[in-house]
């Protein structure tokens, strides 16, 4: 013991240890730091998951109470203690590591412990003074780590799900922004990274916003039918053994009302404590929305390379110097993060894929691991959109005349041509003006195979860039 801290001792079931008294945690979670050094990633690096537990206790406490099992003065210091954490205060004793053993034993105990001293001191009494307010006996009461942690998974998923939503819509209105300054800019798309048929840069901007803005009523639509359904009440294996038969229906109103969140039973608690299945449909909803990201990226990078020995129609957001021996040198430093966070939650969904299917009868023991990457997944993706949005998107410029000028001497404008000088005539031009470098419209007005007025009708940016009405007569 340090001579220069003050210590309590405490007991569980392998005997006692000496607990710092500056802290509002217990043996148990002092045995859990001892034991999981692995993320080095506190369940406080997840306020949402915090505030979403302290929900789940105080309802607890508010149904235990109304059913008189628990003293009136115990469930008012739970609930104070509760919404104390939840308002902010206290997460930093929110310190047991993400992945652990025990189905996430360590990180009930964890909040158990934390609310039963804050409720302690608010009862005049000092830390670990169980005999007053119990970890187990008071605020665990009705309870099992196999209901009230799933339960604070899927909760504080939804509170961070909607902050997911606010930075998709964002990104997705960022690009249509641009898709609007960009409408008139004539360019040219290209598959298989060659030259293929006449664009604007507005379109392809405007598709950028579209293939994220699908997934916005997906997403939302997932976290409401998957997230809002939970086992609590049904504790151990989900038989509610342990509870008043009226309990369970009552907690989980009290965590609606308390959460703001349309909170619901599962339909059938014993499948609900065990399934991961919602976890895996979230978690590839999230990959989806991310190599959505990534592909997109990899587009800003390709049409901003160069500056000159690159395709450099659209010019990204200088952020920082790009080398420290080429000077002059600026990278594509925001869609390159973005890359990496994508492929950080490609990892994380099969992680999340895998734990889910090594759960055994009536329990997931590898949920930790679930949660962690959950969370990790919503919270990489928010700010990922984010730090695109406002650091690259918003100042992207175009090249508007080398657009054009690409455009022009690109060997895809005899596509646009070909309905009007036939397949074998288009070909031969093509050929012809790769092996020459000549351009398309030369060898055409060349050979005079259309007369001025019709080129020109044909080559008007909005008869290339969508269906024509009416044929033009030759």
Same mark, same amino acid.
């Given at each position: 013991?340090?001579?220069?801290?003050?210590?309590?001792?405490?007991?569980?079931?392998?005997?006692?240890?000496?607990?710092?008294?500056?802290?509002?945690?217990?043996?148990?979670?002092?045995?859990?730091?001892?034991? $999981?050094?692995?993320?080095?990633?506190?369940?406080?690096?997840?306020?949402?998951?915090?505030?979403?537990?302290?929900?789940? +206790?105080?309802?607890?406490?508010?149904?235990?109470?109304?059913?008189?099992?628990?003293? /009136?003065?115990?469930?008012?210091?739970? /609930?104070?203690?509760?919404?104390?954490?939840?308002?902010?205060?206290?997460?930093?004793? $929110?310190?047991? &590591?993400?992945?652990?053993?025990?189905?996430?034993?360590?990180?009930?105990?964890?909040?158990?412990?934390?609310?039963?001293?804050?409720?302690?001191?608010?009862?005049?009494?000092?830390?670990?003074?169980?005999?007053?307010?119990?970890?187990?006996?008071?605020?665990?009461?009705?309870?099992?780590?196999?209901?009230?942690?799933?339960?604070?998974?899927?909760?504080?998923?939804?509170?961070?799900?909607?902050?997911?939503?606010?930075?998709? &819509? +964002?990104?997705?209105?960022?690009?249509?922004? +641009?898709?609007?300054?960009? #409408?008139?800019?004539? +360019?040219?798309?290209?598959?298989?990274?060659?030259?293929?048929?006449?664009?604007?840069?507005?379109? #392809?901007?405007?598709?950028?916003?579209?293939?994220?803005?699908? &997934?916005?009523?997906?997403?939302?639509?997932?976290?409401?039918?998957?997230?809002?359904?939970?086992?609590?009440? @049904?504790?151990?294996?989900?038989?509610?053994?342990?509870?008043?038969?009226?309990?369970?229906?009552?907690?989980? /109103?009290?965590?609606?009302?308390? *959460?703001?969140?349309?909170?619901?039973?599962? $339909?059938?608690?014993?499948?609900?404590?065990?399934?991961?299945?919602?976890?895996?449909?979230?978690?590839?909803?999230?990959?989806?929305?991310?190599?959505?990201?990534?592909?997109?990226?990899?587009?800003?990078?390709?049409?901003?390379?160069?500056?000159?020995?690159?395709?450099?129609?659209?010019?990204?957001?200088?952020?920082?110097? @790009?080398? *420290?021996?080429?000077?002059?040198?600026?990278?594509?430093?925001?869609?390159?993060?973005?890359?990496?966070?994508?492929?950080?939650?490609?990892?994380?969904?099969?992680?999340?894929?895998?734990?889910?299917?090594?759960?055994?009868?009536?329990?997931?023991?590898?949920?930790?691991?679930?949660?962690?990457?959950?969370?990790?997944?919503?919270?990489?993706?928010?700010?990922?959109? &984010?730090?695109?949005?406002?650091?690259?998107?918003?100042?992207?410029?175009?090249?508007?005349?080398?657009?054009?000028?690409?455009?022009?001497?690109?060997?895809?404008?005899?596509?646009?041509?070909?309905? $009007?000088?036939?397949?074998?005539?288009?070909?031969?031009?093509? /050929?012809?003006?790769? #092996?020459?470098?000549?351009?398309?419209?030369?060898?055409?007005?060349?050979?005079?195979?259309?007369?001025?007025?019709?080129?020109?009708?044909?080559?008007?940016?909005?008869?290339?860039?969508?269906?024509?009405?009416?044929?033009?007569?030759?």
């Amino acid at each position: 013991m340090s001579i220069n801290k003050s210590y309590r001792i405490e007991k569980d079931l392998l005997g006692t240890k000496e607990v710092p008294d500056d802290v509002y945690y217990g043996v148990q979670t002092l045995r859990a730091i001892e034991n $999981f050094r692995l993320s080095g990633i506190p369940l406080s690096h997840y306020p949402d998951f915090v505030n979403a537990f302290a929900m789940v +206790k105080q309802a607890t406490a508010q149904a235990n109470c109304e059913l008189g099992h628990l003293a /009136k003065e115990k469930c008012e210091a739970i /609930k104070k203690a509760c919404q104390r954490i939840i308002a902010g205060e206290f997460h930093d004793q $929110f310190v047991v &590591d993400m992945i652990q053993g025990g189905a996430g034993t360590s990180t009930n105990m964890n909040a158990n412990e934390v609310i039963a001293n804050i409720g302690l001191e608010s009862m005049n009494h000092a830390k670990g003074e169980y005999q007053y307010l119990d970890p187990n006996n008071d605020v665990n009461m009705s309870q099992s780590t196999n209901d009230t942690y799933p339960t604070a998974i899927r909760l504080g998923l939804l509170f961070s799900h909607e902050s997911l939503l606010v930075s998709l &819509d +964002k990104l997705a209105a960022s690009f249509v922004a +641009k898709a609007n300054e960009f #409408e008139h800019i004539l +360019k040219m798309g290209r598959t298989q990274l060659q030259d293929a048929v006449p664009m604007t840069l507005g379109q #392809e901007f405007k598709a950028f916003a579209s293939t994220l803005a699908d &997934d916005l009523p997906l997403l939302r639509s997932v976290a409401a039918n998957l997230l809002t359904a939970v086992n609590l009440g @049904g504790t151990a294996i989900g038989t509610g053994i342990n509870t008043d038969p009226r309990y369970q229906q009552l907690v989980v /109103k009290q965590l609606a009302e308390i *959460s703001g969140q349309p909170m619901k039973s599962s $339909f059938d608690l014993v499948a609900a404590t065990y399934d991961m299945g919602d976890f895996v449909l979230l978690s590839g909803m999230l990959k989806r929305t991310a190599v959505k990201l990534s592909k997109i990226c990899n587009d800003l990078r390709l049409l901003s390379s160069g500056p000159r020995t690159g395709i450099n129609e659209i010019n990204l957001p200088a952020r920082q110097p @790009g080398s *420290s021996i080429m000077p002059g040198k600026v990278n594509p430093v925001i869609p390159e993060a973005v890359n990496q966070i994508a492929f950080e939650i490609i990892g994380n969904d099969v992680a999340v894929t895998m734990a889910s299917e090594a759960g055994q009868l009536q329990l997931n023991v590898m949920e930790p691991l679930i949660a962690y990457k959950m969370f990790d997944s919503i919270g990489l993706l928010s700010r990922a959109m &984010d730090m695109l949005r406002e650091l690259c998107i918003d100042g992207i410029t175009a090249n508007e005349a080398h657009c054009s000028a690409l455009a022009e001497n690109s060997i895809g404008l005899v596509t646009a041509l070909n309905p $009007f000088i036939g397949y074998a005539n288009s070909t031969r031009i093509a /050929k012809k003006a790769l #092996e020459t470098g000549r351009g398309v419209l030369e060898l055409v007005k060349e050979e005079n195979l259309l007369d001025e007025k019709v080129l020109a009708d044909i080559l008007r940016p909005e008869n290339m860039i969508a269906p024509r009405l009416e044929s033009v007569s030759v």
